[in-house]
């Protein structure tokens, strides 16, 4: 019989449930009791979810963050942050944000854990820290208490946790020390996690090392052959886990590690199938992720039996069904939809819809499709109802995309001509100030949006109260002093969402969400259809704002990559040529901002790091046609028209050639978590147009000094020269508060103005 099983859950619930709660806790509106609570009721209607399956996965939900999860379960807290009073979940969420709801306002002196993305998902998690002399000491209870609670609502249980090999991999060694010098001591700390599972009678762990999908030195390989070697010693099953990606050249080491099964991502590496049931012992299960974790298109059932069927003749119970990934990526439940187009949520399955699919798979192969042969059919006419549906494809966009040129993503000139131009221009300071776009979304704005949704507002009524918005922040900006300001973005729900709605191709869920990090959750639009641009989308906002204001006014545009990769993408033609698409689109309301007297224009890159393949013999093919995309966005201006870019929250260091080759004039980019370790790639790459290094973490509550902000600069002038250098938070400030954002852009201003003052001498030095 075919064993199926899960390996993960959204974590958020249906309405979002834990996302209000943790923002309940750190109000002070609930306490850590309740939250608790909250959380042990999620789990529990989760696990009801999943209970179509032979085993439900115990462990992988989380308050936060998976990874951080495991740091706290090994012991691995920062010292600034262990040594601070308080209890167990105030240091969690100081190392999560910066702060504890027992930490008053002023207390600011706790950095947040660096937050980066995990893999190439828009998941973000906390980065472990390292340093030659940490030590990991075992705390399981939080884990042993899940297992306890699913059992005794009758469920059979299969612990998750993140391998030890991964764990180091995705940390950072904060002192230059070798991350693998402390395997020794990491892998003792698993040894006796896998002797606590085993005393209360686990028989299965799945222990998660996606790093096999990436290309690996001969040091972590042998890491991981020593890893699994080790924790061979108690009686548990082990379930060796990857996902996004092929094993390629570690496909024999992950066949011939010491586990008892192997989890293949087959949505990606199916055509490695063959192979490792060739090389695979015949002693070891194979799970076969055989459904997408990552999209939500319904799966052809009938197309994967066709291939399944042959493999189950020749595994029989050696074959375990799941999905290829968590199902973190993507909504719960597609039921709770009652507002979407009913020919694309005809299209689509979420995660319950998933294991039912799961569920369907196992029963036509442990009895045969004639036990389905219904849900078989239905399937079948939705998989073909999309592919002929003449909403997907739309001819003179596909001509479009055929008719670009290489010179639609050509400055008119290079950079330093266009400097000279736009500097005259604008007579901005040295270090001039800006932010990245968003400000505070106050619960008077969103009930706004909602009203006029909802028909109680008329759009005359809307748009004053929007207008109102906007002005309430243009002169917030001008108060405060920042050199170019923006329209703060009122009207926009999200920066994916927004725009995707006033596009051609797009669908919208209700419900859809997911979780990005925290309790920040995320709605990706889905992208069904070609994309064209019908109509203008932001210059009436954007030219409203910079009619209440002589200082520049930025235009806030999202990018086609990003729009691309944060949306729920087609996946019936390249996500290239999709791209392309988009491109063209977003170009449009450029050129359209520009036409309306706009002559700065920011096109947020904000996801174009995390859309790169895991393995690097594959980058340059992305790397390619996403800047190519990026170029016919941005490059159609005139030279006097300034284009902004802005990325986040990734690890570009490796990359910073391709990003100068998009050839915008200023990027600003996150560098505070980070202690703008980022810059560290400008002593091997000279970036030849200007930046500005984020020195404002807004996912922290924390207010930033003036000091902290001056060493920062002070780091990045080093590298970068002082005449090409701006001042700007690291983000959005949507999901901030005024009280928070005012003290800390006026830190920011004044840090610009200091720097600018004690640093003009050595510029103007530098240009005789």
């Not at 240091?91 to 027992?102: D, P």
């Not at 299969?158 to 070798?178: A, F, M, Q, R």
């Not at 106050?442 to 706004?448: K, S």
Request: hydrophobic letters at 40%; glycine letters at 4%.
């Amino acid at each position: 019989m075919v064993t199926t099983h899960n390996l993960g859950f959204p974590r958020i619930g249906r309405q979002r449930e834990l996302k209000f709660a943790l923002e309940k806790y750190w109000k002070g509106t609930i306490s850590a009791q309740e939250l608790l609570k909250i959380s042990s009721d999620l789990r529990a209607q989760h696990w009801k979810d999943q209970s179509m399956l032979d085993w439900i996965p115990v462990g992988d939900f989380s308050l936060y963050d998976h990874v951080l999860d495991t740091s706290f379960m090994l012991g691995n807290i920062p010292v600034r942050v262990s040594s601070l009073p308080g209890n167990e979940i105030d240091n969690y969420f100081r190392v999560a944000r910066g702060r504890s709801v027992n930490d008053h306002s002023a207390c600011s002196c706790v950095n947040a854990g660096e937050m980066t993305k995990w893999f190439d998902t828009n998941y973000h998690y906390i980065v472990p820290e390292f340093e030659r002399n940490t030590r990991f000491s075992l705390n399981p209870d939080h884990l042993l208490q899940q297992i306890q609670q699913a059992r005794q609502i009758n469920h059979q249980v299969k612990p998750v946790i993140l391998g030890p090999v991964t764990y180091l991999w995705l940390g950072k060694s904060k002192d230059g020390s070798d991350k693998l010098n402390l395997l020794d001591d990491l892998l003792s700390a698993y040894a006796q996690l896998l002797n606590e599972l085993e005393k209360v009678d686990i028989q299965w762990v799945q222990i998660d090392e996606p790093i096999l999908a990436m290309d690996l030195t001969e040091a972590w390989k042998h890491a991981l052959r020593k890893a699994y070697y080790q924790l061979q010693a108690t009686s548990i099953n082990l379930l060796l886990t990857t996902y996004f990606g092929q094993l390629q050249d570690n496909l024999q080491l992950a066949c011939e590690l010491p586990v008892n099964g192997l989890h293949l991502d087959a949505v990606i590496a199916k055509d490695e199938i063959a192979k490792i049931i060739d090389w695979l012992p015949s002693h070891k299960i194979l799970s076969l992720g055989v459904i997408n974790g990552r999209n939500i298109w319904k799966t052809d059932l009938t197309e994967t039996l066709d291939w399944l069927e042959p493999i189950y003749a020749r595994l029989q119970d050696r074959l375990w069904l799941a999905p290829s990934c968590s199902l973190l990526h993507v909504p719960v439940d597609l039921d709770s939809e009652q507002k979407l187009d009913q020919d694309v949520q005809s299209w689509l399955a979420f995660a319950i819809q998933k294991l039912q699919e799961i569920e369907v798979l196992a029963k036509a192969l442990n009895q045969e499709r004639n036990s389905v042969a219904e849900i078989l059919q239905e399937n079948s006419a939705a998989i073909t109802s999309r592919k002929q549906s003449k909403r997907v494809h739309q001819a003179a966009v596909k001509a479009r995309v055929l008719e670009i040129k290489e010179a639609m993503g050509t400055r008119q000139s290079p950079y330093q001509q266009r400097a000279i131009v736009q500097r005259k221009k604008f007579q901005l300071p040295l270090f001039p100030t800006t932010t990245i776009g968003s400000f505070p979304q106050t619960q008077q704005i969103r009930q706004t949006r909602r009203d006029f949704r909802e028909g109680k507002l008329s759009e005359s009524e809307y748009r004053q109260a929007m207008q109102k918005e906007i002005e309430i922040c243009v002169r917030e900006q001008e108060a405060l002093g920042l050199d170019v300001l923006v329209h703060g973005e009122p009207e926009r729900n999200d920066m994916v969402e927004y725009f995707g709605e006033q596009l051609a191709g797009f669908a919208f869920t209700q419900f859809g969400w997911v979780q990005s990090y925290g309790s920040r959750c995320v709605k990706p639009p889905i992208i069904y259809g070609d994309v064209s641009h019908p109509q203008a989308i932001t210059t009436e906002w954007i030219q409203y704002a910079q009619s209440l204001t002589n200082k520049p006014m930025k235009g806030m545009l999202t990018g086609p990559v990003t729009m691309l990769n944060w949306s729920f993408v087609r996946d019936d033609q390249p996500r290239a040529d999709t791209c392309m698409q988009l491109a063209l689109a977003i170009r449009d309301e450029v050129l359209a901002l520009e036409k309306a007297g706009i002559q700065i224009i920011q096109i947020d890159e904000a996801a174009l790091r995390e859309g790169l393949p895991l393995r690097k013999s594959q980058w340059n093919t992305y790397l390619d046609w996403a800047i190519r995309s990026f170029r016919i966005t941005a490059n159609g201006v005139k030279d006097e028209t300034q284009i902004h870019t802005h990325m986040c929250y990734s690890e570009f260091n490796d990359i910073m050639e391709a990003i100068a080759r998009m050839d915008a004039d200023v990027i600003t980019i996150e560098t505070s978590r980070s202690d703008m370790e980022l810059l560290d790639a400008f002593d091997q790459f000279h970036y030849p147009n200007e930046i500005g290094p984020g020195v404002y973490d807004i996912h922290s509550p924390n207010i930033p000094s003036v000091d902290s902000i001056i060493a920062l600069m002070e780091k990045a002038a080093q590298r970068i020269p002082a005449e090409r250098l701006w001042v700007n938070p690291d983000c959005g400030l949507k999901t901030r508060h005024w009280e928070e954002v005012k003290p800390a852009l006026r830190n920011m201003i004044a840090a610009s103005r200091y720097l600018s003052s004690h640093l003009s001498v050595a510029v103007q030095a530098s240009q005789i």
